[in-house]
């Protein structure tokens, strides 16, 4: 029999991904007791838990979930088998209320002033810098973002004021319904980082990937708004279909601008609305994709009337990134380490190019792990002709298996041959040793790593730094 006075019980099959996570924490923020699982644990969600005492059990078992638990938040990672994990058959069984994360977020955002973020690209970071602006100026904003911010207690957040910053997917929110996430939070104003056709697995054509966009920003209301970055693809098409108000930004034709950019270990730029000078800006970020996403986030807080512009640039100033998005993993060692988020072309491309831009006179040494469906599709193998242009040597760590039935698989060996084919120095591994081996032959005070993945490289995305300190201490 339940005890009527005892805190409610979550419990999350797939606690590893970025989303879940969030979202667990927000519901013991409610007063949930949470529990969960998932059979690939990896940083940095695996220290984001720990730190904030979240049990994780490593392996799904149909007893790791409390017979007395109120509610299931399933996870949508394709490496959960919906049809045989014990956890969710035996939540089945019991008749607990199974939910997708997106929909326990519907349930905690009908009253609020919700800012969703979007796109295909820029979202985590542009996210984060809301939440970041609204947090430091003391505007107890909630929020929910799909990365973990450098400097900032957790990812998600229930806070006192109306406003709550979303990182808004496309992504289906369940692996039986195609709707995706972001149409489950009622958006009160868009920000539209990009709309570049991406996770082919779901969205075979162009027209099918931007079509939830569209549907996104039909549903604002006339009183919200949409900040669209108009100089990407299909974001034009996609604003057209706003019923609110919109503002475009960008690195040129646009409402909002910048102007000066003066590249350093502390970047400054001017922004402007249209002719008039707003004021300038410091930022410790890297890349013109990373001025783009500041200027789009203060033109959306502008557009509000949320926050001035001296308090923006205090704010800007204090940003200290989020993890895999172009972070330094060590201070302690004279081998620059960077890593990206390499989940699509575009995010690839742009990480090589901010490195270069910042560090022009570095040897680029480029580890790729293609983990993602798009990076392992037969139809984008063009996308490996120009991607790593920049490079000195490119890495390429094999490809998952997982979910290789659902598209047309290619192979390590058919991207090495695709980048050599274009003139790019290029090389398979499938170890650390092997990593070590050829770092002993090319790695030198010249140097520079930029590591991408969106899985975590067989734990290298933590020895590397390692071997760096110990071979190259600063």
């Known amino acids: 029999m339940r005890h009527m006075n005892r805190k409610k019980k979550l419990h999350v099959i797939g606690m590893c991904g970025k989303g879940t996570s969030a979202t667990a924490l927000l519901m013991r923020e409610h007063g949930w007791e949470i529990s969960g699982s998932d059979q690939s644990i990896f940083e940095p969600i695996a220290g984001y838990l720990k730190k904030h005492g979240v049990p994780c059990f490593e392996t799904y078992h149909a007893d790791n979930l409390p017979d007395d638990t109120d509610m299931v938040l399933l996870g949508s990672t394709a490496m959960i088998d919906t049809r045989s994990n014990p956890e969710l058959l035996k939540a089945q069984e019991l008749d607990i209320p199974i939910k997708s994360f997106a929909e326990i977020l519907s349930d905690l955002t009908q009253d609020s002033d919700n800012i969703v973020v979007s796109g295909s690209y820029g979202k985590s970071t542009c996210s ?6 609204l947090e430091s100026q003391g505007k107890s904003p909630s929020y929910f973002i799909g990365a973990v911010p450098l400097g900032m207690h957790q990812s998600s957040k229930m806070g006192s004021s109306k406003y709550f910053v979303l990182e808004g997917d496309e992504y289906p929110h369940s692996t039986h319904d195609m709707t995706s996430k972001f ?27 931007i079509q939830p966009y569209k ?13 669209s970055a108009i ?63 500041i200027i789009g986030t203060v033109a959306l807080s502008l557009e509000k009337k949320i926050l001035s512009v001296s308090e923006l640039q205090d704010a800007v100033a204090s940003f200290k990134g989020i993890k ?10 004279s081998i620059p380490i960077y890593e990206g988020y390499g989940t699509s072309y575009t995010k690839v491309k742009t990480a090589i190019q901010a490195i270069k831009l910042h560090f022009p006179e570095k040897q680029l040494i480029t580890i790729f792990e293609p983990h993602t469906f798009s990076w392992r599709n037969k139809n984008n193998l063009y996308w490996y002709h120009d991607a790593f242009v920049g490079s000195c040597e490119v890495m390429i760590y094999r490809p998952p298996t997982h979910g290789a039935q659902s598209h047309e698989q290619i192979t390590q060996s058919q991207i090495l041959e695709t980048l050599k084919d274009h003139n790019q120095n290029a090389v ?33 995305i933590i020895s590397i730094p390692k071997y760096c300190e110990q071979k190259f201490p600063k």
């Open 128 to 133: 984060a810098l809301l939440a970041h602006y």
């Open 183 to 209: 149409m489950f939070y009622h958006a009160g104003s868009v920000l539209l980082t990009s709309g570049e056709h991406d996770h082919i697995n779901k969205f075979p054509t162009k027209e099918s990937y």
């Open 215 to 227: 549907e996104l920003v039909a549903t604002l209301p006339s009183k919200g708004i949409l900040v």
């Open 231 to 293: 100089n990407h693809p299909n974001v034009a098409e996609i604003s057209q279909s706003s019923s609110a108000p919109v503002v475009t930004y960008g690195l040129k034709n646009a409402d909002y601008t910048a102007k000066n950019i003066s590249f350093a270990e502390n970047t400054h730029f001017d922004i402007y609305h249209k002719e008039e000078f707003l004021g300038t800006f410091e930022t410790s970020l890297l890349g013109l994709h990373n001025i783009e996403n």
């Open 324 to 333: 895999r998005r172009l972070d330094l993993k060590s201070q302690a060692t």
């Open 428 to 460: 398979a591994i499938h170890s650390e040793k092997e990593v070590f081996d050829i770092f002993e032959k090319k790695l030198n005070k010249d140097s520079i790593i930029l590591i991408l993945s969106s899985a975590d490289l067989e734990g290298m």
